[in-house]
C-alpha cells in the first residue's frame, strides 16, 4: 500500500471515531443530567485514565498522580516528559483510543456475543483509497444491524454490553488537552510520513512495505469501535425519549 494513502486514510478514521465521540458525549449530557451521566460513565473515565498511564509506562514518560474518577466526570494524570520525543505524546494522548477498542473485544469476548459484531467480514474492503470511508460506512451499518436484530433480549448479558458500551464509548475521545498535547508530535509524524512517501512511492517507485500494508488491514477494523459508538447513540435516543417527560416537568 502506497505510504501517504495509509496513513491519510488512518487520520480520516481515527478523527471519524474522535469526532463521532465528541457528538456522543454531548448527545448524552442532553439525555441525561450531567452529575448522573458523570457516575454511570465512571468506568470509562477510569479506563481513559489508566490508558493514558499506560501509555506512559510503555513510552517512559514517570507517572507523578493518577485521578481516576471526580464527580464532574473527569480524571487526571500528571507525567514527566516521555524519553520518546514526539511519538511519546502522541501515544499517550491517543492511549484511550485504542485502550477503549481493546476493552469492546474484551467485553463482547467475556460476554460470549449476546450482541453479535463478529460475522460482520471485511472481505472486499481495500483502504487503497478514499472509498474506504464509503465501505467502512457500510460496514459499520452492518454491524450494527447484525447487532440490534440478533441480540438476546431475554439476557442479562445484553443489558450489560450495552451499559459498558455507553460508559466506554462517552470516555473514548482524547480530550481536548489531550489533542493540544500531542499537537507538536503529530506534526513530526505528519512530516515524515511525508518524506517516507516521497522517498518510497515517488523516488523508489515501490509500494510503502510491510508497516503499511500492516496499517492498511488494520484500518478496516476501525468498523468495530465505530459500530460500538453508533449503538451507544440508539441507546441515547431510547434514553432521551424516555426522559421526555420529566424534562418537560
Keep these: 500500500m502506497p505510504a501517504l494513502t495509509s496513513f491519510l486514510n488512518l487520520v480520516a478514521g481515527v478523527t471519524l471515531l474522535i469526532v463521532a465521540c465528541y457528538f456522543l458525549r454531548e448527545f448524552w449530557l442532553r439525555a441525561l443530567p450531567v452529575r ?19 501509555g506512559c509506562v510503555l513510552t517512559g514518560a514517570k507517572v507523578l498522580k493518577i485521578t481516576l474518577f471526580r464527580e464532574d466526570g473527569s ?28 476493552a469492546f473485544w474484551l467485553l463482547g469476548w467475556a460476554l460470549h456475543g449476546t450482541m453479535n459484531f463478529y460475522y460482520v467480514t471485511s472481505k472486499g474492503v481495500t483502504p487503497d483509497t478514499f472509498t474506504y470511508l464509503g465501505q467502512l460506512a457500510g460496514l459499520v451499518f452492518e454491524d450494527l444491524s447484525l447487532a440490534l436484530t440478533s441480540a438476546v433480549w431475554s439476557d442479562w448479558r445484553t443489558y450489560v454490553f450495552l451499559y459498558f458500551s455507553m460508559c466506554i464509548s462517552i470516555a473514548m475521545a482524547p480530550s481536548k488537552q489531550d489533542l493540544k498535547n500531542c499537537a507538536v508530535g503529530l506534526l513530526v509524524l ?16 515501490v509500494r510503502g ?3 503499511f500494508e500492516f496499517i ?34
Design 36 to 54: 448522573l451521566l458523570a457516575y454511570l460513565a465512571a468506568p470509562g473515565i477510569a479506563l481513559h485514565e489508566l490508558s493514558h498511564a499506560l
Design 75 to 102: 480524571g487526571e494524570v500528571r507525567h514527566t516528559a516521555p524519553r520518546l520525543k514526539y511519538a511519546g505524546e502522541v501515544i499517550i494522548s491517543l492511549a484511550p483510543l485504542a485502550g477503549c477498542t481493546a
Design 190 to 205: 505528519c512530516g515524515l510520513v511525508l518524506i517516507i512517501h516521497l522517498i518510497v512511492d515517488r523516488l523508489l517507485h
Design 209 to 211: 512495505g510491510p508497516i
Design 216 to 249: 492498511g488491514n488494520l484500518l478496516v477494523k476501525l468498523h468495530y469501535p465505530l459500530a460500538i459508538v453508533a449503538l451507544s447513540f440508539v441507546l441515547c435516543f431510547v434514553v432521551w425519549l424516555i426522559g421526555m417527560p420529566f424534562r418537560r416537568r
